[in-house]
């Protein structure tokens, strides 16, 4: 009896395991496929909301990061619903509807995301930090040795997307036998603005002043104790094009098989421009940033030669980056002075580096001996591809040319760096 009565009970009971494992295998196929939960089961809804990432420093105004926020219900399954985004402190920095912060102003606060009686929270701080001295006025002067020039040197600390920094210290220290300064150190004001007085020292010619913050920005004043001779006629550079894109230096997306394509410029004057931000780009710069081809370009400068260009300025490309290629020789001339070049960041849709018309003699009409050119990636306008590997879709009408700077796919960092070295005098 006691058999038939432990068999009978065994029997009963095995349905009901059976639907507890059905019960549970369905929960989780629920999870994973996002499909209603079987009849019986509790109904599914957001049990937890959580935040990534946790905090965020953002280091120049107009600068962003982006948020991202998760629901699971109660089964610890990923749930669909809307998320709303608020900042403490809209003054200290915003956000959209998407979870994307911008930086407003220097301070902190909290950035919140909510889903009904959900939320989670993350610190935001907006620290602004020092990227690039820029030389407002005192720049270029003339002067006798062991005078004060006349004009007082004044600089403006910028931070990474150009906005001013207030608050930060600016170190103005001479050259040896180049005089000094005072004062010696000044903070930066609401504009950005710091400015001290140059007394020259006994050096004849070209003397230097350097203003520098601690977070290792610095620039370079120059002026002139006497009078200078006139330069050579022309002068002789190399040029190191030093790439520096990397999967370290801009992470988001960075691409398979990253590399340059050649180099194409020319030697010119004023007269003409063959590219500049703002502007629309011509056939020429459009092929070189769509397609690495130089060929259109090349014409476009054959065109203006002698008029306003001396000559076609041509380099290896880079098949791979980070890497370096020179350019052992480019001839200017005094009435031919400026250099264009460029490069098409590969792959991309119309993405490009370079300079336009720079020019290789300083303020007092001398030749540089070394002029080095911090790189940033440039938009040709030609194409509206948002990715490196994005399909051709011409733009219509074309965009100006812009500085990608910042700007997804792309970090603050350098794309790299031209450095022009006289050689020969």
Not at 225 to 252: I, K, Q
Request: charged share 15%.
């Amino acid at each position: 009896m006691k058999n038939v009565i432990r068999t009978s009970v065994q029997r009963r009971g095995l349905p009901r395991v059976l639907r507890s494992f059905l019960w549970v295998a369905a929960l989780a196929a629920c999870g994973d496929s996002g499909t209603e939960p079987p009849p019986g089961s509790p109904a599914r809804q957001a049990a937890a909301l959580a935040i990534s990432p946790g905090s965020a420093t953002l280091s120049s105004l107009g600068e962003t990061a982006t948020f991202n926020a998760t629901l699971t219900d109660q089964f610890g399954a990923a749930f669909s619903g809307t998320v709303g985004w608020s900042s403490s402190d809209p003054a200290v920095f915003a956000v959209t509807p998407t979870g994307v912060v911008s930086a407003v102003a220097n301070g902190s606060g909290t950035l919140t995301a909510s889903h009904e009686a959900l939320s989670a929270t993350a610190r935001v701080v907006v620290a602004q930090a020092p990227a690039a001295i820029v030389v407002v006025s005192g720049g270029g002067q003339e002067g006798m040795a062991d005078s004060t020039l006349a004009e007082a040197v004044v600089v403006r600390v910028d931070d990474a997307g150009g906005s001013p920094v207030a608050g930060a210290t600016v170190t103005f220290s001479a050259a040896d036998g180049h005089g000094s300064a005072d004062p010696a150190t000044a903070a930066t004001d609401a504009a950005g603005l710091a400015g001290t007085t140059w007394t020259l020292g006994n050096a004849a010619g070209a003397q230097t002043l350097t203003a520098s913050v601690a977070e290792g920005v610095s620039t370079d004043i120059r002026a002139a104790a006497g009078e200078l001779p006139a330069p050579p006629d022309s002068a002789a550079y190399s040029v190191v094009f030093d790439a520096t894109w990397s999967a370290a230096t801009h992470p988001t997306d960075y691409p398979r098989g990253a590399h340059f394509s050649p180099l194409i410029g020319a030697v010119h004057d004023d007269g003409v421009r063959f590219w500049a931000s703002g502007e629309t780009a011509t056939p020429g710069i459009e092929s070189m940033a769509e397609t690495g081809g130089t060929s259109t370009l090349r014409s476009e400068i054959r065109a203006r030669i002698p008029a306003a260009a001396l000559s076609v300025i041509s380099g290896p490309g880079l098949g791979t980056s980070p890497a370096r290629t020179t350019i052992s020789r480019v001839v200017v001339r005094t009435d031919y002075p400026l250099v264009t070049l460029v490069t098409m960041i590969a792959p991309s849709p119309d993405w490009f580096v370079g300079v336009s018309g720079l020019s290789l003699m300083d303020e007092f009409g001398q030749w540089v001996e070394e002029l080095g050119v911090t790189l940033y990636p440039y938009d040709s306008g030609t194409d509206d591809g948002t990715t490196y590997t994005s399909a051709n879709a011409d733009s219509s009408p074309r965009q100006p040319v812009r500085s990608l700077r910042g700007e997804a796919p792309f970090s603050n960092a350098p794309i790299g760096t031209f450095t022009f070295t006289r050689i020969e005098h």
